[in-house]
């Protein structure tokens, strides 16, 4: 299985402010996804991180509220912009190889906003 | 759209005791079925997986799933239930379009599985 790191594992920021969120993986991987667990909730799905394209955002979750990049095939950023306290949350990436039937996930960011 | 429901917020089973935990999906079309274990502090961890075939699958740790496309059922079993399988449990479904690792999951809100000394 692929060894997935993220950046920074927590974070407290105010309101209003931006964090970037980094995906690191130990080898190439064809798709990259993008979790929110809130607290106490299951994982909610916020979009697929395509290299070489834009992002793909599931209903509910928008591009300028959690911008991504994807520039190459072992890394990703999320963005969570404007921070509420409704952010708060844990954000993980998992990656997926197409025909491998799997998928696996970093440890996560765990965010807080006060 | 497809949907994961685990009925049970938390299982409590005795150690030794055969557990299971419950899992129903709703997609249209071939599932490709999932189990994730998370234990407190760390990330997400692959358990198992059903994507075609024989319906009982076996993953980590002892655990295996029983698919059951007639009652859209992916219940997780273990034979005899260890203190250290105490975790969060989470079931999920892709449509595998693409292959089930090119999809986004679906989860459903997962259970607490306590096992009791």
């Known amino acids: 299985s692929a060894v997935i790191s993220q950046k920074p594992s927590r974070d407290i920021c105010q309101r209003g402010t931006s964090l970037t969120i980094q995906c690191q993986v130990d080898?190439?991987?064809?798709?990259m996804f993008w979790y929110r667990q809130q607290p106490g909730q299951s994982l909610t799905l916020i979009a697929t991180?395509?290299?070489?394209?834009?992002?793909?955002?599931e209903s509910g979750f928008v591009i300028d509220k959690f911008p991504i990049s994807r520039p190459n095939l072992t890394f990703s950023t999320l963005t969570v912009s404007n921070m509420s306290p409704e952010d708060s949350s844990i954000y993980l990436c998992?990656?997926?190889?197409?025909?491998?039937?799997?998928?696996?996930f970093g440890p996560g960011t765990r965010l807080t906003v006060l | 759209a497809q949907s994961v429901a685990q009925p049970e917020d938390q299982v409590n089973v005795a150690e030794g005791n055969p557990l299971t935990v419950k899992c129903t999906y709703s997609?249209?079309?071939?599932?490709?079925l999932f189990w994730y274990v998370q234990y407190p502090n760390r990330g997400l961890q692959f358990l198992l997986k059903y994507i075609t075939g024989d319906n009982l699958v076996k993953g980590s740790y002892g655990f295996e799933a029983e698919f059951n496309k007639s009652q859209t059922s992916f219940h997780l079993k273990k034979p005899s239930a260890l203190v250290s399988d105490s975790a969060l449990y989470f079931c999920a479904v892709s449509l595998g379009a693409s292959g089930g690792g090119a999809d986004g999951l679906t989860f459903g809100k997962g259970t607490h599985l306590i096992i009791q000394p």
């Open positions: 997609v249209s079309g071939n599932p490709y």
């Open positions: 991180a395509n290299q070489g394209s834009e992002a793909t955002y």
């Open positions: 080898s190439q991987v064809t798709m």
């Open positions: 998992s990656v997926g190889t197409s025909g491998r039937n799997e998928q696996f």
